[in-house]
């Protein structure tokens, strides 16, 4: 691990404020991603954040209805708060379908949500990788492919995004809070808030230099049936092969967002629109622009079975 300096700070203000000041410097919280990529040097920053003794572990009702959580609430509290499990059951159970009880405990909700959309090629230096190294090329397009995109994904990268709570806030059209160095809030749906990867993977989100997520923000609850199915390859402590947040009324109508396809969790409002009509209709829209390899075109067909078994559970079908 390469040398850096470190900082406490009391302000959102003044962690953006820090982070603007010196080039390279990274904010740190639960660390569960972070430190894994420093110990291996895949990620060098020369100064860290540290912000942890900000205000912002409370989950609190908005005027709309919804909640507002912050930033630094962990995983393992946010999946066992009552108004959660109540209101945004498909959130709660996304949340226990990630990683493993000890990250939980540490990993907050502005960091699931920075987790570096990454594939093995991505850990091994050897390797070329756009996302690590920007030109170097993509070792994965002809390589092992298994657990990668089939859809969504570019010449320059075809990694998946790994967090399942960010599947289930996409389907919840959760929105982003930010302040920025000079104190500017921002509020990002979260539909707007990852980048695609053309022909720039490393840049995987709309932050700016120094910009700091202070809170995620759920809108009034929509009721319904809400489910999360996750497929891996083994029982716990893996990533999604697919996996499909749902949210569906008693007239058919609702929501759908999947996971482990694409390099950011994949919705579109055409697919929805077609809800009703049923799991083919759903998928033809969903993956209308797929292009899978020969190694992961076994997706596609996974994706098409979950949907449907996922919809039928919400239909009283099963």
Not at 178 to 183: E, H, I, L, Q, R
């Amino acid at each position: 691990m390469k040398a850096f300096t470190y900082q406490r700070v009391e302000t959102p203000a003044e962690a953006a404020a820090s982070a603007q000041r010196t080039p390279g410097a990274k904010f740190i919280a639960g660390g569960t991603n972070l430190l894994d990529l420093m110990k291996l040097e895949i990620e060098t920053p020369v100064h860290l954040i540290d912000v942890n003794g900000l205000a912002l572990d409370s989950i609190e009702p908005t005027a709309e209805g919804g909640l507002r959580i912050g930033a630094l609430v962990r995983n393992t509290d946010l999946a066992a708060d009552a108004r959660v499990r109540r209101d945004y059951a498909v959130l709660a159970r996304a949340l226990l379908a990630g990683a493993s009880g000890q990250l939980r405990n540490r990993a907050t909700t502005a960091g699931n949500l920075l987790q570096r959309t990454r594939c093995p090629y991505f850990y091994d230096t050897n390797q070329p990788c756009n996302k690590r190294q920007p030109g170097s090329g993509c070792a994965a397009l002809k390589g092992y492919s298994r657990q990668l995109a089939v859809v969504g994904a570019s010449e320059a990268c075809i990694a998946t995004h790994p967090s399942d709570m960010a599947v289930a806030m996409r389907v919840l059209d959760a929105v982003v809070e930010t302040v920025n160095p000079d104190g500017d809030e921002r509020r990002i749906p979260l539909a707007d808030f990852y980048r695609a990867p053309g022909d720039t993977p490393h840049l995987e989100t709309v932050l700016a230099p120094g910009e700091l997520i202070v809170a995620v923000t759920l809108p009034a609850p929509l009721g319904g049936t809400h489910i999360y199915r996750k497929v891996r390859d083994r029982a716990s402590y893996a990533f999604a092969l697919v996996s499909v947040a749902a949210v569906v009324q008693p007239d058919g109508s609702g929501r759908v967002a999947m996971g482990g396809v694409a390099h950011q969790p994949w919705r579109r409002d055409d697919a929805d629109a077609q809800l009703a009509q049923g799991a083919q209709a759903v998928y033809d829209r969903l993956f209308a622009d797929a292009q899978p390899t020969d190694e992961n075109a076994f997706k596609l067909t996974l994706a098409k079975r979950t949907l449907a078994s996922v919809l039928a559970e919400a239909g009283g079908q099963v």
